[in-house]
């Protein structure tokens, strides 16, 4: 097929079905996003990968490529947006980086460097999100959640256990387990699950291998996310899975 | 619970998992909440993850995963409420139980908090005790209520005019006025055949009532022409917005016209089976509607083989739980499937992937009314109706500072200034023309018409005269955005939360003009990248208030430079607390300026606060 579109003007060949976001990743190209991964389903709930396309708004890990669209991507009104966006992402949860054991393999906070977040810019909502330690083997911190589904789809699609899923409303949305007291040693969550890997913030942390490799020489200190775009997109390692 | 119980209801509602949101209301009503066990027992009965069951649970705000007492007494907080004492009440209430809102009493006998729009504008304050509406509250019935709920005396038994609801229709037209019998309409739509019908409402140039306007016989032709095993008609009566009651008064007393439009939109769409997704808050309603079915399939005029025509439809009435977002049609559609009510991604549309993935139509209670005008009138007839772009007649749900709040029904093209005068408005500041979810029109506007080409509207028009805080509505507006947001996409989700949170700052005395542009921003930003409609409308009314009301929002400003709205000397009151003292030293505020006199740098201790220090001062 030769179909292609037009991404900040540059030409984009995709396949018919294919979304803007696989066309463009497959092509190289990176659009910022955060519950986008070419493994699973689209999710389409970070916005983050928000388009324009003829001068209107859209998803692009949902909305279909088709011939001869004009997409905008990183221009200074949508990387302006995608900054606002992450700083509510920062101030919804309690994002402290130079503590937290993902730093440098977190694509929220690799993103915000790409974008140049420099401030969380609004009042904190400091939410009381109790961590979960009781699993031998995997530490879940809450604190970090951005309710991209990723754990849910990985474990329901690829493990087939179902151990993740959202509750809650609006603000109150937050992760829970599958077991009767609501503790992941109580399911039957592995540290070699798919899910256990796929978190993109630092929410699923396998245990005793923390601060392995030294801050400094973590994915997104050796590369800007930007420049992930491709090998680990394409390859479906996906982000966040480096570390 | 009883197994049996539970194993009663399991067989009514078919095992299906689909049926989880109905299940989970039936064994609330039974229980008064959802205990964990419940939530597990339920699980492996239906054979889905646990955790899946308390998705849905923890969705909907009528379902309860923790005890809210005998009694939960809800109080209705649309800003009509509030125009008309609500909160007053509420705290009377409160006072005489010795409650706090929000909270269960000690005894778990009552808890009393507040809840969305219940529907009853034209005859609020309004409240919901254990599901059930209670209208025209006054301090008398809230005396009484009090009694009743410390004398244990349950909620049936309370006095019966308590929970009347008028239907307060003030101006008929060719709806409110059709003068069918049960049954007509549907026979003139047979008559015709699906072709026959379906170029009847494109001839009509009927569009949904619902505010979108989409064109019903494109909606309906779409749905016929998409395959599937099965085709499904919804009649969406999750009326959530905002001031809005005109579908309630549909269902009280025109239920047939609607029952009958519902199967003639089976006919024209090839499909033998609808669903009325009735908001939780019109509960009352629920027997009433079944026994009226009930006897419709006896009289021939639902079921099977309707009218011995041969053409068969059933329908089923499913209930929602305390939702807005269900009243979005993908929404709806996942709640119907017993799924917290979160929009899909579209397309694919209900229209070709709706309910169980299959064909669906979702039209509004008032669109289906009018279809079945249609059946025996003609489109033609319609089309006389009204403008060219907006044909027929809309019904307007009227509330605020009017002499006569209810139902209107007006041809489309009528000014907001008949709607005012026809409603005995006077001195009006404002009236939002979309609830909660659409624009806000200023006095100079009035002479503006309702029609889908000018003032758009699903027919919630709130009105507020010159002794009105425009502030404090757009105030009420985002609480209720911020409450009602699914949770879904991170703009509606924060940013409504957001809006929320910079509306209280100024409230609470700490706003500046950056608050305002702050608030300017957040609606840029949602208008666009929400993933619904919910987002996408959040913040219009606020934003036309900003701009049209901007006086009320900038008395409210404390200072013409950044304020933070963390307030330093309030945080220090745990400490206070927790080391006995509350002399001067103690605090900051008066002292702070003396303080800063003493230490000249310490001047910017104020503004660059870190929120920090409040968290760490929490036990």
């Not at chain 2, 208008?527 to 913040?539: D, E, R, V």
Request: hydrophobic fraction near 40%; glycine fraction near 10%.
């Amino acid at each position: 097929m030769n179909d292609s579109f037009l991404l900040d003007g540059e030409d984009i060949p995709f396949t018919p079905g294919q979304t803007v976001m696989q066309a463009a990743a497959a092509a190289g190209k990176y659009i910022p996003h955060l519950c986008w991964h070419p493994d699973f389903a689209a999710h389409g709930s970070c916005k983050l990968c928000t388009v324009k396309i003829g001068g209107r708004f859209a998803t692009s890990c949902t909305v279909r490529a088709a011939a001869g669209q004009e997409v905008e991507n990183r221009t200074e009104e949508l990387d302006a947006k995608r900054r606002t966006l992450l700083q509510l992402l920062f101030v919804e949860g309690n994002h402290f980086c130079p503590s937290c054991e993902k730093s440098g393999d977190c694509a929220l906070q690799a993103t915000a460097y790409e974008m140049g977040m420099l401030t969380p810019h609004f009042d904190h909502f400091y939410p009381d999100r109790p961590v979960d330690a009781s699993h031998p083997d995997v530490l879940l911190d809450f604190n970090r959640c951005i309710l991209c589904e990723l754990c849910v789809r990985a474990s329901r699609d690829v493990d087939g256990k179902n151990v993740f899923a959202l509750a809650g409303r609006g603000t109150r949305s937050h992760l829970v387990v599958n077991s009767d007291t609501g503790r992941l040693a109580d399911t039957d969550f592995a540290a070699t699950d798919r899910a256990a890997a796929v978190c993109p913030v630092g929410v699923i942390l396998k245990k005793r291998v923390g601060f392995a490799v030294p801050i400094g020489l973590r994915t997104y200190d050796r590369k800007p996310i930007s420049a992930g775009m491709g090998a680990d997109d394409k390859a479906g390692a996906g982000i966040g899975e480096a570390g | 619970m009883a197994t049996a119980e539970l194993e009663d209801i399991l067989e009514r509602h078919r095992r299906d998992p689909l049926q989880l949101l109905q299940i989970l209301i039936e064994l609330q009503a039974r229980d008064g909440w959802l205990a964990p066990a419940t939530l597990g027992a339920l699980a492996d009965a239906l054979g889905m993850p646990r955790a899946r069951v308390e998705s849905t649970a923890s969705f909907y705000s009528f379902l309860h995963t923790r005890p809210a007492g005998e009694y939960r007494i809800l109080f209705s907080d649309n800003i009509t409420d509030r125009m008309l004492g609500n909160q007053a009440l509420m705290q009377a209430l409160c006072d005489k139980l010795w409650l706090q809102p929000g909270k269960v009493s000690e005894d778990g006998l009552v808890s009393v908090a507040t809840t969305s729009c219940t529907g009853m504008c034209d005859q609020g304050p309004a409240l919901l005790a254990n599901g059930r509406t209670v209208t025209r509250l006054t301090p008398e019935r809230i005396d009484e209520m009090a009694h009743l709920i410390r004398r244990r005396v349950p909620v049936g038994d309370w006095p019966p005019e308590w929970f009347h609801v008028e239907d307060n229709i003030r101006r008929r037209d060719v709806l409110l006025d059709h003068g069918l019998a049960p049954g007509a309409a549907l026979a003139a739509a047979l008559e015709r055949g699906p072709t026959g019908l379906l170029s009847e409402i494109e001839r009509s140039a009927l569009r949904g009532r619902g505010g979108a306007g989409f064109g019903s016989d494109i909606k309906w032709r779409s749905c016929r022409d998409a395959w599937g095993d099965a085709h499904y008609v919804i009649c969406n009566a999750d009326e959530g917005e905002p001031g809005t009651f005109k579908d309630r008064v549909l269902l009280s007393s025109y239920f047939d016209l609607v029952v009958d439009g519902m199967c003639i939109a089976g006919m024209a769409i090839g499909a033998n089976k609808g669903f009325i997704y009735l908001r939780g808050e019109y509960r009352y309603l629920l027997d009433r509607l079944e026994t009226r079915l009930a006897q419709r399939r006896e009289q021939g005029l639902l079921g099977r083989n309707i009218l011995g025509r041969g053409f068969t439809f059933d329908i089923e009435i499913h209930l929602g739980a305390g939702a807005y977002i269900c009243g979005e049609e993908s929404a709806l559609i996942e709640s119907l499937e017993g799924k917290p009510g979160k929009p899909r991604i579209r397309p694919p549309f209900p229209v070709t992937n709706g309910y169980r993935g299959q064909p669906t139509t979702v039209n509004n209670v008032e669109t289906l009314a009018l279809a079945a005008l249609i059946a025996v009138r003609g489109g033609e007839w319609f089309r006389a109706i009204g403008t060219p772009a907006s044909t027929g007649t809309k019904l307007l749900s009227v509330s605020g500072d009017v002499a006569r709040p209810g139902i209107y029904e007006f041809p489309f093209g009528v000014s907001v200034t008949e709607v005012l005068e026809a409603a005995g408005a006077r001195d009006t500041q404002a009236v939002t023309s979309a609830g909660a979810a659409g624009h806000c029109l200023a006095a100079d506007e009035f002479g503006r018409r309702i029609a889908f080409e000018d003032v758009a509207t699903g027919g919630s028009i709130m009105v507020f005269d010159a002794s009105r805080d425009m502030f404090e509505v757009a105030r009420n507006f985002a609480h209720f955005f911020a409450h009602e947001s699914c949770g879904f996409c991170t703009p509606c989700r924060v940013g409504t939360a957001v809006n929320a949170r910079l509306l209280d700052k100024l409230a609470a005395d700490h706003g500046s003009p950056y608050d305002l542009d702050e608030i300017a921003k957040m609606h840029r930003l949602m208008q666009g990248a929400s993933h619904c409609g919910l987002g996408n409308t959040a913040t219009i009314a606020i934003d036309d208030m900003l701009a049209k009301f901007r006086p009320a929002f900038e008395r409210r400003l404390h200072s013409p430079d950044y304020e933070p709205a963390f307030d330093l000397d309030a945080a220090l009151s745990q400490a206070r607390r927790m080391t006995g003292r509350d002399d001067p030293g103690a605090h900051l505020g008066d002292n702070h300026e003396a303080l800063a006199e003493a230490r000249p740098h310490a001047q910017g201790a104020h503004s660059s606060a870190d929120p920090v220090s409040a968290k760490d001062l929490q036990p």
